[in-house]
């Protein structure tokens, strides 16, 4: 757990440290007491079918992923592994940037539970999740 206060800038630097992180284009607009709001800068490289234009749906469900372990950060101070997760999705992510946000659901020495929802640029649902995360303190 951490006692130090995680500015959305201190997080923003964590969570880009990562190479994916950066080409998913994140950014972190909010970070709370066991919340979190990012944003993902959309890329023409989402694009899972070139007539139609939407995003994939492994993007989508790497934002609910990504979103929700973030949201620990507040406890953990730094992202954890994933045990488990589901996704829904609920409609088609046209072109445009997207927003995430997350919330711990059950924080455990071991294990905690966390959720996040994705919105289009027009503010509407495109998928929702949670997991289960690993948040024992990391061995020496």
């Known amino acids: 757990m951490t006692d130090d206060i995680l500015t959305a800038e201190k997080v ?3 969570l880009t440290r990562g190479p994916f992180h950066q080409w998913l284009g994140i950014e972190v607009l909010n970070v709370g007491e066991g919340e979190i709001t990012l944003k993902a800068t959309w890329r023409e490289e989402w694009v ?5 234009k939407y995003t994939h749906g492994g993007i ?3 934002l609910v992923d990504l979103t ?9 101070g730094r992202g954890v592994p994933t045990i488990d997760m589901r996704v829904d999705y609920h409609r088609a992510a046209m072109p445009g940037d997207l927003t995430a946000t997350g919330k711990v659901v059950k924080w455990g020495s ?3 539970v966390a959720e996040a929802h ?3 640029k027009d503010k509407a649902l495109v998928a929702s999740g ?6 024992a303190p990391p061995k020496a």
């Open 60 to 62: 989508l469900a790497t």
């Open 68 to 76: 929700a372990d973030w949201a620990l950060v507040s406890k953990t």
């Open 12 to 14: 923003q630097a964590m």
């Open 110 to 112: 071991q294990f905690s």
């Open 118 to 120: 994705v919105y289009d």
């Open 130 to 135: 949670r997991g289960v995360y690993l948040t």
């Open 48 to 52: 899972v079918n070139p007539d139609r």
